[in-house]
């Protein structure tokens, strides 16, 4: 069984920084694209951010490009998005999730994620 938790949320003002952290459990973390989706009150979870399990390839929503840095440390069982410039419209609940098969391609679809964090809540004020 995948546990996935994250931390990092919290209360932030426009132009500010967070770092969000999501902690797997699991010996094969590495093999797996690991993803940031976020839901905002009365919207539907939108994608964020993919990292492939070496890292290597990156794909962002355009909304955020520029703006977030996803990144991970294997030999943690880490992975990790770095918001900067936060924006009101940037506030939600952020979910971390694995991609539902191991060495799979880079996907946005929360349908081929299939472990998913509790999530954690970013506010951020203007």
């Known amino acids: 069984q995948v546990q996935l938790v994250e931390s990092g949320g919290g209360l932030v003002q426009s132009g500010g920084s967070l770092r969000l952290s999501c902690a797997a459990s699991g010996r094969t973390f590495s093999s797996y694209v690991m993803g940031w989706f976020r839901q905002a009150p009365g919207k539907e979870r939108e994608f964020v951010a993919a990292?492939?399990?070496?890292?290597?390839?990156?794909h962002y929503t355009d909304s955020v490009k520029g703006r977030f840095t996803i990144s991970r440390d294997n030999a943690k069982n880490r992975v990790f998005l770095q918001m900067n410039s936060l924006k009101p419209e940037d506030a939600a609940v952020y979910y971390c999730?694995?991609?539902?098969?191991?060495?799979?391609?880079?996907?946005?679809?929360?349908?081929?994620?299939?472990?998913w964090g509790q999530g954690t809540q970013v506010t951020v004020s203007s």
């Open positions: 999730a694995r991609r539902s098969v191991s060495y799979g391609s880079m996907s946005s679809r929360q349908s081929d994620y299939d472990y």
């Open positions: 990292i492939s399990w070496s890292g290597a390839n990156i």
